[in-house]
């Protein structure tokens, strides 16, 4: 009774300035309401929330933040066939919140909270629930981050497909916009872990806070990851070669001088390497040809490089990176011209294409891992004594590790990478006879130019 008159007071004197207008009456149901919600006593809270919603819809939004939780309990209480009316019900609570709160709401969450309960429940044919998604996609991009929701919103699409009702272009269109989508939330948070991570390995005392947000932002590239996998494996077939070459084929001759077509069709054929066919030839040609582009001029580099013309691959990849705009396009030209590089031993030259493609995408974890691969590589030649070159194995134990944080689709062979590399470098043993100390650092020379700290073993 004691918190009942307690939570009473606390809501009449924070409802003051901004409910001067409702009645008393408001202010005792709510302070009544929410003690109960506060309490998990969701049984007792929900029909007395839902007489706060419905008498004193603008008393506060706890009320529908209480309401929320309190229907999603009964939700998980109830029978199937009860589910729907709840579910409905819930709709109806984040429609109003959003509708009378707009500012303390995230609209994209909303809708594609709104789309996962319908996708979850069944409620509506596929189109209905596709479009449920499509809301929060076209109308508040930015905050549709639910990785579940992004898949559910490309497998609709795929689905539909299947049974006729849409087009193979239309799942590539899909695929296109929820890939896209997800490689921008995977570089947000590659690019929020990275200065934590440095900061990390630099030996420094992380705040809990701090702790937290790594933590966070590993979740988040781990959920991200399985979701690329996912609709990549959804995809599947349907961007084979096989599929690809006989879907443009047919239109080429009627659509040759339409640049938009071109583009699709040489973004998806470049993608999924169809390019040693020769309607890969005819589409990039008469794309450079009509609006020389990013995409074209790498499309001829792929030509160039299958003919075995590195030198004139190389020319057409680097006027490509100079002429993309999207960060992840980029890095992923950076990344072939760095590989160019590496397979003919320039490997100054392919550590900073590398760099600029992690730049470009700080979550492409390869680049970390392709540079460790060619730190090991060169132990033995860039070092002055056995301890220094062996040493150089824990720099590139440092770069796989860096490629298992920030990509976890990669994380398992990065993490088998860094226990070889750590296998190479000095041991305790070593360590104590060098007369060394963990902290002291270890100048790597030639090349590399870098140095690295003895960790404590």
Known sequence: MKKRFLALVTIALSGLGSVSAQSGDC??????????????NYEAA????????????????????????????????AEEGDKKELVEELIGVWEQRLELYPEKTSKGKIYSDIALLKFDNKIGDKEDQYMAFDKAYTEDKDNFKSPKGLYAYFDLMAEMQDEGEKTLQDVFDSYDRVFTKIEEEENEAAENLAPLLKKQEEGENLTSKEQKQIKYAEINLANYSKVKEAINAKLGARADCDNLIPLYNKDFESKKTDVAWLKNANARLSAKDCTEDPLFIKVSEALHRLEPSAKSAYSLGQLAESEGDRAKALDYYNEAAELETNKSDQAKIYYRIASNYKEKGSYGQARNFYNKALKAKPSLGSAYLQIANMYAQSANNCGEDAFSKRAVYWLAAEYASKAARVDPSISSN?????????????????????????GDAISIGCWIGETVRIPSL
């Open 27 to 40: 202010t005792t149901m709510a302070a009544l309401a929410y003690d109960d919600a506060k309490a998990k």
């Open 46 to 77: 929900y029909p007395a929330l839902q007489k706060v919603r419905e008498e004193c819809p603008k008393y506060n939004l706890a009320t529908y933040q209480y309401l929320e939780r309190a229907i999603e309990f009964k939700i998980d209480k």
């Open 414 to 438: 990065a993490n088998q990478a860094a226990a070889a590399y750590k296998g190479r470098a000095p041991q305790k043993s070593d360590v104590f006879q060098s007369s060394k100390n963990a």
